[in-house]
C-alpha cells in the first residue's frame, strides 16, 4: 500500500492529473500494488476557496504521504495577488522548501515516433537522452527581495547567493546519477561573470576529483542555450543552478517536440514530488486539449524514485511509447498521418498498452 498526495492544482491541471492516476491504478492491478489517492487544494484553486495557496491541510497531507503528484499551477486570475499569494510563489515555492526538495530531475529523452514533431531538424534531435539536474531551493527565487523608492521612480533587488553546502549537495547527486547513465557530467554556470557562478565551479573542480570515473566538464549557461539546439546529442547530464536550471529546461522541451512530453521529479527529502514541466494552460483547460503525457511519465517517475519500483516505472514508460508509435496524438503534437486524440482518450490507450504488456 502506498499512500500518494495527489494536487491537481489550476487549469489543465485537474484534466491531466487524473490520467495518471489512471496509469497507477493500471500498474497496481497489473504488479499487485495498492494506491490510496488524496487529494488535496493547492495554487489558484486553494486560494479561491481558502483564502491561501497552500494551506496547513495540504502541506500536512503531502509530509504524511509516499509521494505528491502535482498538475499545474497558476494563471492570470491570480496574477493581481499580493506576490506572497500568487500561487507560483505561496504554494510551489514553499511546498519544494517544507518538503526539502533540493533537486530538480528532467530527463528530456526524444521518443522515435516524434522526431517530426520537433522544429528541429530530425539529424540533430534523433537519439536525444539527456537529463537536468537544477538546484531547487536556492538562488535568486528564494534570496531576499526588496523594493525601494530613489529620485526617480523605484528601485527592486533581488538578491542571488550560494553556500557551498548548497553546491555540494546538488552536484553530489548529479555525480551519482551520472554514474548511473553515460559517465558525463557537465556544470553550466555563469563564472566570468557573477560570483556565486565562480563558487560554483569553483566547487565542482574540487568534487571531480572524487569522480574520476566520470568525464567532467563545465560550460557557460549562454553557451549551453546555444549547445542544446545545435549539438543536444552531446549532453548526457546537466547539473546547474536554479534560475539556469528553469530556463534550460524549457528550451530543452522543444527537443522532445513539446513541453507536453517533459516529466519532472523534485526530490530530496522523505517525499518527492512529481509533475509535468509546462504550466496550468488556462487557455486550453476544459477543452479535452491537453496532453497528459507529460503528467503520466512523471508517475513513472514517481514509482522510480520514491517507491523503488523500476520495473513498474518501465512499465508506463513503455506503454507510452507503443501509444505514439501507434500514431496517436494530442493538439500540441499532431502531424500530418496521426490520429488526434483528447486528453482522457491518450489516457485510455496508455492503460490499455499497460494491461497488454
Not at 226 to 245: A, C, H, S, W, Y
Not at 302 to 317: D, G, H, P, Q, W
Request: proline share 5%; aromatic share 6%; net charge negative.
Amino acid at each position: 500500500m502506498y499512500k500518494i498526495a495527489v494536487l491537481p492544482g489550476d487549469g489543465i491541471g485537474v484534466e491531466i492529473v487524473p490520467e495518471a492516476i489512471k496509469a497507477l491504478q493500471a500498474v497496481g492491478e497489473k504488479y499487485n500494488h495498492q494506491f490510496e489517492f488524496t487529494e488535496a487544494l493547492v495554487g489558484g484553486a486553494a486560494y479561491d476557496a481558502v483564502g491561501h495557496p497552500l494551506p496547513a491541510e495540504t502541506l500536512q497531507i503531502c509530509k504524511q504521504s509516499d509521494a505528491v503528484l502535482l498538475g499545474a499551477i497558476g494563471g492570470p486570475k491570480w496574477e493581481q495577488l499580493p506576490v506572497h499569494l500568487r500561487p507560483e510563489v505561496g504554494a510551489l515555492l514553499p511546498l519544494r522548501k517544507e518538503l526539502g526538495l533540493y533537486a530538480n530531475l528532467r530527463p528530456c529523452f526524444l521518443f522515435p515516433g516524434l522526431t517530426h514533431a520537433s522544429t528541429l531538424k530530425e539529424e540533430v534531435i534523433a537519439g536525444v537522452d539527456l537529463i537536468v539536474i537544477r538546484e531547487l531551493t536556492g538562488g535568486l527565487y528564494f534570496g531576499e527581495k526588496n523594493r525601494e523608492k530613489i529620485d526617480g521612480g523605484v528601485k527592486a533587488t533581488d538578491i542571488l547567493s550560494y553556500s557551498t553546502y548548497e553546491i555540494e549537495r546538488i552536484v553530489r547527486y548529479a555525480y551519482e546519477v551520472a554514474r548511473k547513465r553515460n559517465h558525463k557530467l557537465c556544470s553550466v554556470d555563469k563564472a566570468n561573470v557573477i560570483e556565486t557562478s565562480r563558487l560554483w565551479r569553483e566547487t565542482v573542480t574540487e568534487l571531480a576529483k572524487e569522480y574520476p570515473d566520470v568525464e567532467t566538464s563545465h560550460m557557460y549557461v549562454d553557451n549551453c542555450a546555444m549547445q542544446l539546439i545545435r549539438n543536444p546529442k552531446q549532453f548526457d547530464v546537466i547539473v546547474t543552478e536554479n534560475m539556469f536550471g528553469d530556463i534550460l529546461t524549457d528550451e530543452a522541451s522543444m527537443l522532445t517536440g513539446s513541453i507536453g512530453m517533459l516529466p519532472s521529479a523534485s526530490i530530496g527529502g522523505e517525499v518527492g514530488l512529481y509533475e509535468p514541466s509546462h504550466g496550468s494552460a488556462p487557455d486550453i483547460a476544459g477543452q479535452n486539449k491537453a496532453n497528459p503525457l507529460a503528467t503520466i511519465l512523471s508517475a513513472a517517475m514517481l514509482l522510480r524514485y520514491s517507491l523503488n519500483l523500476e520495473k513498474e516505472a518501465r512499465a508506463i514508460e513503455t506503454a507510452v511509447s507503443r501509444v505514439i508509435e501507434n500514431g496517436y496524438r494530442t493538439p500540441d503534437l499532431i502531424e500530418e498521418g496521426c490520429r488526434l486524440a483528447g486528453t482522457a482518450e491518450m489516457g485510455d490507450l496508455v492503460v490499455s498498452q499497460i494491461k497488454s504488456l
